[in-house]
Every structure is written in structure tokens, then in C-alpha cells.
Nanobody
Framework: QVQLVESGGGLVQAGGSLRLSCAAS????????MGWFRHTPGKERDFVAA????????YYADSVKGRFTISRDNAKNTVDLQMNSLKPEDTAVYYC?????????????????WGQGTQVTVSS
């Protein structure tokens, strides 16, 4: 089993920045691919970003490309999401996810392990 714990969420004004972190524990060798998703009430859980084990391959949703950066530190078993130029539409609960697949995935159903989520609110 893999346990994921997100942190770093909060309230920020439009145009500001936040850095989310996700700490993995347990069977961390099963976290070959890690990603971030976000959810708002009444909408589906949407893909945000993903990164492979080495950190050399990343994938971003078009809505965040150029503003968000995903990275990981396997020595610390953490994955981060740097969010810049935040917009009110970025407001959501952000979830960290992991899977032992070797290629990045953009669908929530492809991930086996999930964190509890952290709230990000962007004011206008």
C-alpha cells in the first residue's frame, strides 16, 4: 500500500503563487508515475500534471501549461506542484495520485493511490 499526504494549499490572490507538496510513504517503489488532479463541486476530477519516476518526462493539462511545474525528489519521496500566475478558475481541491505504470497517465481511473486532498482558493 502507498500513502500520500498533500500540503501547501491555501488562499491566494489572482496572479499569485503556491507550491503544493505530496509526501509518499509505504511501498514507494510503486510510485513510478505520480500526478496531480483537481476537483470542484459539480465537476469531474480533472488532470493537472504528471511525472515519471526519473522526473525526465512530464505532462500537463493545456489549462495549466506554462504556469504549473511538477517535480519530484525520490530521495525524499516527495512530488511538488509549483503553481504560478494563479487564476480564480484554478480554485479546487488538489489531489496527489500515484501508480506503478511506467508511462505518464492523464485519467484518474489509471491511478491506484490517492491523497486526501488540499484546498486551493484563488480570489479575484
Amino acid at each position: 500500500q502507498v500513502q500520500l499526504v498533500e500540503s501547501g494549499g491555501g488562499l491566494v490572490q489572482a496572479g499569485g503563487s503556491l507550491r503544493l507538496s505530496c509526501a509518499a510513504s509505504g511501498r514507494t517503489f510503486r510510485t513510478n508515475v505520480m500526478g496531480w488532479f483537481r476537483h470542484t463541486p459539480g465537476k469531474e476530477r480533472d488532470f493537472v500534471a504528471a511525472v515519471n519516476w526519473s522526473g525526465g518526462r512530464t505532462y500537463y493539462a493545456d489549462s495549466v501549461k506554462g504556469r504549473f511545474t511538477i517535480s519530484r525528489d525520490n530521495a525524499k519521496n516527495t512530488v511538488d506542484l509549483q503553481m504560478n500566475s494563479l487564476k480564480p478558475e484554478d480554485t479546487a481541491v488538489y489531489y496527489c495520485a500515484a501508480d506503478n505504470r511506467l508511462t505518464v497517465a492523464t485519467t484518474a481511473s489509471e491511478y491506484d493511490f490517492w491523497g486526501q486532498g488540499t484546498q486551493v482558493t484563488v480570489s479575484s
